[in-house]
């Protein structure tokens, strides 16, 4: 588990991820901490170099790093993409990314003075005044807003330490120096274009060319049992309390629900609210002049259609650099203060109701706002929080009553009765047998969750035969392993159709093997590229001019090394050695045209490929030099959430 942490401390997504979260704060600095709802500040996560890490740390980093990916990605932002992103994980390395800086900051002996703290914050947008000066009171009140409210102190410490992890950073970036090689060799890669013809040999085409007996088959099994063999299965009942369909029937009496509300009014507050939509035209966040220059000209000719009555949605379709928005129409709903990034937020919540704002420059790029209504802070009605108040008490009482029932059922239990006696004397609608089910099926993953499945086909014990309680997201469930099957190989029968596909499948890319060696043959002997296609009943397509940044050639597939070999054809040796193997199909390519740049041309693009590759050559030795540091670095996890690294037990 730690050599996933270490592995990942440098990832791009790290990277984006911690962008992301400085967004999230109207001051833009450091990792806020603060108490998360029901979450225990003592409980420690992790130790990095003997110094703690909190769960209420884990869960703050947490949820603004959500909150952060939810506003930028909206709807997209599904159940999908977030096992992907793993936020939970992300949200520890950045914890611990920070522990580990500061701690070699410190031990390098770097410093912030008191004066280097004090420019740094009265240097901040969001404390300045209409004058451009620092104002102590809009300080104040800007860390009042905050979500915890932030005293200057504490402020003032994550601030010095965001200085210092700023100063190590520009420390070990100052070393690093390009040559005129390696500006020449980015440039090259950018640069140099060809373009081949190529035949695609598919084995999914040439599968009806395959013909297999019965005996075939029946000798593939005889050889090969190994491969069918059927993992273990259980047998089993499971008891769950669908707490949700008994709350709809759950009768709260009106007197009820009102005294919630008239108990704290204040936690129907609701502060100052803006609607409003938005059309980033993003600039790269150590954006050279010219590419700020060109942002600015779009950003303004965008401007000019919205002033002469275009339609604002219509637009940001069109032209927004925002994903998460822009397919709404650069819709961002509704939004209080200390969810965006500074600039952004101070333009939005000054701006007039309908009217076109911008451009505001932020860390994204430049937005064009406009606010198409807001909301005043204060309680809201009773009226207005009366039904999500009754469907919270209905939920309550319901997890109450789910509670009792399981009590009784464990009582039942201890007393030396069988789950299934206790469900059949109760007449329980939500006890369920699963019949014979495999953990490698994909259906029974989807139907019960990991913990079910641990205990399934874990240990096998008295207890569980009998009926074990276990609890998944706060709730009581029960299981009973009635009966299991150990592993044996599946019937010819039930995998005949299974060894029919594989067969066919691996005697089609023998056929497309043989093929595309046939085909490079008839190119050496000087025919065309369409002609060697027609003859065997393809098509012949061209990739189109590519260059070596892509990664990969265009109709053929990502491979530095296919890439390598596409690169190293030319006019007087437009052939490869044998075909280009990519999955399970085969391709024949020849160059076609090639585009080599000229001295002239580099000498144009020189000081600008100049700065382009020293600023991601430092991004690349920065990145190195974390995961170094981080690799000899003391980390220890104590007691992790179960989602942390979902998948490994």
Same mark, same amino acid.
Do not use: C
């Given at each position: 588990m730690l050599s996933q942490l270490r592995r990942h401390s440098g990832s791009w997504i790290v990277k984006t991820i911690l962008f992301l979260l400085a967004l999230s704060f109207v001051i833009g600095f450091g990792i806020l901490t603060g108490g998360g709802g029901g979450v225990q500040s003592g409980a420690i996560v992790a130790f990095v170099n003997g110094e703690p890490i909190t769960n209420r740390d884990l869960e703050t980093t947490y949820q603004r790093l959500y909150s952060n990916y939810r506003e930028q990605?909206?709807?997209?932002?599904?159940?999908?993409?977030?096992?992907?992103?793993?936020?939970r994980f992300q949200a520890l390395n950045i914890l611990i990314n920070r522990r580990v800086m500061l701690d070699e900051a410190r031990r390098l002996g770097f410093d912030i003075g008191d004066a280097e703290l004090a420019q740094s914050?009265?240097?901040?947008?969001?404390?300045?005044?209409?004058?451009?000066?620092?104002?102590?009171?809009?300080?104040?009140?800007?860390?009042?807003?905050?979500?915890?409210?932030?005293?200057?102190?504490?402020?003032?410490?994550q601030q010095r330490e965001q200085l210092l992890i700023n100063k190590l950073e520009d420390f070990v970036k100052s070393t690093v120096h390009v040559t005129e090689e390696e500006v020449l060799r980015e440039f090259f890669l950018d640069s140099q274009e060809i373009n081949l013809e190529l035949i695609k040999f598919d084995p999914s085409e040439l599968s009806s060319r395959v013909r297999l007996s019965d005996s075939q088959l029946q000798e593939y099994y005889d050889n090969n049992h190994d491969e069918f063999l059927a993992g273990e299965q259980v047998d089993a009942r499971v008891v769950r309390f669908p707490t949700f369909r008994w709350a709809e029937s759950i009768e709260i009496p009106e007197t009820s629900i009102r005294?919630?509300?008239?108990?704290?009014?204040?936690?129907?507050?609701?502060?100052?609210?803006?609607?409003?939509?938005?059309?980033l035209v993003k600039v790269p966040r150590n954006g050279l002049p010219y590419q700020i220059q060109e942002a600015e000209k779009r950003v303004n000719g965008l401007i000019e259609k919205l002033n002469a009555g275009e339609d604002f949605a219509t637009i940001a379709i069109a032209a927004s650099d925002d994903p998460g928005s822009a397919a709404k129409g650069g819709d961002l709903g509704w939004f209080p203060r200390g969810q965006m990034v500074a600039p952004f937020e101070e333009a939005a919540f000054a701006a007039e109701t309908g009217v076109i704002v911008g451009p505001v420059r932020s860390e994204f790029g430049f937005h064009i706002i406009k606010v198409e209504d807001r909301s005043e802070p204060g309680v809201q009605p009773f009226e207005t929080v009366r039904q999500d108040i009754k469907t919270s008490l209905q939920q309550a009482q319901a997890?109450?009553?789910?509670?009792k029932r399981a009590d009784e059922i464990e009582a039942e239990l201890m007393a030396g009765r069988s789950l299934g006696e206790i469900v059949a004397d109760l007449d329980f609608e939500i006890a369920e047998r699963t019949g014979w089910i495999s953990r490698d099926d994909k259906q029974v993953q989807l139907a019960y969750p990991e913990p079910f499945l641990d205990l399934m086909f874990g240990p096998d014990s008295p207890e569980l035969r009998q009926g074990q309680r276990v609890e998944f997201e706060g709730r009581p469930h029960f299981i009973q392993v009635m009966d299991r099957k150990s592993s044996e190989p599946r019937p010819f029968a039930e995998v005949k159709d299974q060894i029919h596909n594989k067969l066919v499948r691996d005697r089609s890319? %023998?056929?497309?093997?043989? /093929?595309?060696?046939?085909?490079?043959?008839? *190119?050496?002997?000087? #025919? @065309?590229?369409g002609t060697v296609a027609r003859r065997v009943g393809l098509v012949a397509e061209q990739t189109g001019p590519f260059t070596a940044r892509s990664e990969e050639i265009p109709l053929v597939g990502k491979d530095r090394s296919l890439l390598a070999v596409a690169f190293s054809l030319t006019n007087e040796n437009p052939l490869p050695k044998s075909a280009l193997k990519v999955g399970d199909s085969y391709f024949v390519i020849k160059l076609k045209d090639r585009k080599d740049? %000229?001295?002239?041309?580099? /000498?144009?693009?020189?000081?600008?490929?100049? *700065?382009?590759?020293? #600023? @991601?050559?430092?991004?690349?030795?920065?990145?190195?030099?974390?995961?170094?540091?981080?690799?000899?670095?003391?980390i220890d996890l104590e007691n992790p959430p179960a989602d942390l690294f979902p998948g490994q037990s």
């Open positions: 990605l909206g709807d997209q932002l599904n159940e999908d993409l977030l096992k992907q992103l793993n936020l914050i009265a240097q901040v947008p969001a404390f300045l005044n209409e004058n451009g000066q620092f104002d102590p009171e809009r300080y104040k009140a800007v860390l009042q807003q905050q979500r915890p409210a932030m005293s200057p102190g504490k402020f003032e410490a005294e919630a509300y008239d108990k704290d009014p204040q936690a129907f507050a609701q502060e100052e609210r803006v609607k409003a939509r938005h059309i997890e109450q009553l789910a509670a890319v %023998t056929i497309a093997a043989e /093929q595309a060696a046939l085909a490079l043959d008839r *190119l050496r002997d000087g #025919q @065309s590229v740049p %000229t001295p002239e041309d580099y /000498q144009n693009e020189r000081e600008v490929r100049m *700065l382009e590759t020293l #600023q @991601s050559k430092r991004d690349e030795v920065w990145k190195q030099w974390l995961t170094s540091v981080k690799r000899e670095a003391q």
